[in-house]
């Protein structure tokens, strides 16, 4: 259950992630409320870590990974916009957000949807 829920989460951080850089880019802001975003969340993850005891099992341990992982995705999506070479902690993870951050449902053009989703595993 935490596997998805964790997959799940940075799905959702890849795909707003993307929104916000390519909100960012069409009107010529600076993307700088995705990394609010993320440390927000990444904050929120501290203040659970420290004031419950999160177990895998527990709801304060699916919290913790979901708000870690949704961060990640973020951060993957934002990272990514800045197309510096292998600047990338993860082929697969980065390869996985592109698939969501350039997707048509944030406003993205998706070049080569096709080739990273067959690269999976």
Known sequence: MIYIT??????????LGGYIVNAAR??????RVGYVVEWFALVCA?????????RPDSWS???????????MG????IVRSYGIQDLATNVM???YTAIFADSHFV?????RWQRRVGSGP
């Open 6 to 15: 964790a997959i799940v989460a940075f799905t959702f951080g890849a795909l």
């Open 26 to 31: 069409q009107s010529g802001r600076y993307q």
């Open 46 to 54: 501290c203040v659970l870590a420290l004031t419950t005891a999160p």
């Open 61 to 71: 341990g699916i919290a913790l990974v979901s708000m870690l992982a949704f961060s």
């Open 74 to 77: 973020i951060q993957n999506a």
């Open 93 to 95: 993870t980065m390869t």
């Open 107 to 111: 406003k993205g053009n998706n070049p």
